[in-house]
């Protein structure tokens, strides 16, 4: 057995792909057995639960401070 590492992210992988698929979808004893797309979609996401919604929930907030990048000290009433 070989294994061949592919960057699916990548024009020339994307090209790879695309025309693996094209010639050898079906034949036996050449297959994908992960990519890198199918494994993103089983992980979780790479932040904390906690934190995804921390963020969620203040954006959906009306209660907000809104900064004037000409007077930052002043808009955080800092001056």
């Known amino acids: ?3 061949i590492k592919i960057n699916e992210r990548t ?8 025309m693996f698929e094209a010639f050898f979808k ?10 890198d797309s199918e494994k993103r979609k089983k992980e979780e996401s790479l ?4 934190f995804v919604k921390m963020v969620l929930e203040s ?3 009306k ?4 900064i004037d ?3 930052i000290w002043g ?4 001056k």
Do not use: C, H, Q, W
């Not at 209660?63 to 809104?66: F, L, S």
């Open 75 to 78: 808009s955080l009433g800092l």
């Open 26 to 35: 079906g034949v036996d004893g050449i297959e994908i057995v992960e990519t």
């Open 69 to 71: 990048p000409n007077d």
């Open 59 to 61: 954006a959906k907030s």
């Open 63 to 66: 209660k907000r401070t809104v």
């Open 1 to 3: 057995m070989t294994t």
């Open 11 to 18: 024009k020339t992988g994307k090209a790879f792909m695309a």
């Open 47 to 50: 932040y904390d639960p906690e």
